[in-house]
């Protein structure tokens, strides 16, 4: 493996969506936006949803995907990504996550307690984002 290249590893509970060489990555953390290259501090930190950037060589366009949260590993070598839910950007269905929008909007309507309309208001919030990630395609 090249020098300025680091093993990368994106897995969600269902597969295992990238296992490559990279050359950056860059990934939604809980503080902002963090950069991953080779020779990086080790780390483990919170991943919030949103889009994760991989960039195989210098100068490539990235690849992206959509997360639904989890925790990064970092060292020096590697870099591993632990998502709750993970789907390549280009495959995000605008208008079918426009339509759970409204039908999350309509359950909260008739949600009586407070856990269920909590549980309504995460998936809207995670919606929500995903809809940003399509758009932004």
């Known amino acids: 493996m090249s020098m300025n290249l680091f093993n990368f590893e994106l897995v969600s509970p269902d597969k295992v969506l990238v296992s ?3 050359w950056q990555v860059v990934i939604p953390g809980e503080e902002g936006y963090f950069g991953v290259r080779a020779g990086h501090m080790s780390l483990i ?8 950037e991989v960039f195989m ?8 995907i959509f997360i639904a949260g989890g925790f990064a590993d970092v060292t020096a070598t590697n870099c ?14 605008a208008v079918q996550i426009e ?3 409204a039908n999350i909007n309509e359950d909260l309507k008739t949600a009586s307690d407070m856990t ?16 940003l990630a399509a758009k932004a395609a």
């Open 57 to 64: 060589k210098e100068g490539d366009a990235p690849k992206k």
């Open 80 to 93: 591993t990504l632990l998502a709750e839910q993970a789907v390549n950007v280009s495959d995000l269905d």
């Open 99 to 101: 339509q759970d929008i």
């Open 20 to 22: 490559e060489p990279a």
């Open 45 to 52: 930190a919170a991943v919030r949803p949103g889009v994760v």
């Open 116 to 131: 269920e309309k909590t549980i309504l208001h995460k998936k809207l919030q995670l919606a929500s984002i995903k809809l």
